[in-house]
């Protein structure tokens, strides 16, 4: 139901609005149990998505760091590499 939701932070390029979006999505169905909500629940559903990724990114934009910004790339390339350690015995 609900795929991992992944550091936003300090990346460069930054995080875009279809990303904090899906991971406010990927929230609000891992909280409320539903992939897709009943027609009763559909607006309490997306006003949740709504306020959960303006709350992340009111959240990202207030955040500071001093450490340099990671590469998108080169962190996708080592979770492929921990997933292929992680799966190679299956």
């Keep these: 139901m609900c795929r991992n939701i992944h550091t936003l932070h300090n990346f460069e390029p930054p995080a875009t609005p279809d990303e904090v979006y899906a991971a406010a999505l990927q929230y609000v169905r891992?909280?409320?149990g539903s992939t897709k909500p009943s027609q009763?629940?559909?607006d309490?559903?997306?006003l949740a998505v709504e306020e959960i990724a303006?709350?992340?990114t009111r959240?990202?934009?207030?955040?500071t760091t001093t450490a340099p910004p990671k590469d998108r790339e080169a962190e996708?390339?080592?979770a492929r590499a921990r997933a292929e350690v992680r799966f190679a015995g299956r």
Excluded: P
């Design 59 to 63: 959240l990202l934009n207030g955040l």
């Design 40 to 42: 009763a629940n559909q």
């Design 54 to 56: 303006a709350a992340t």
């Design 76 to 78: 996708a390339a080592k």
């Design 44 to 46: 309490a559903f997306d």
């Design 30 to 32: 891992k909280i409320s």
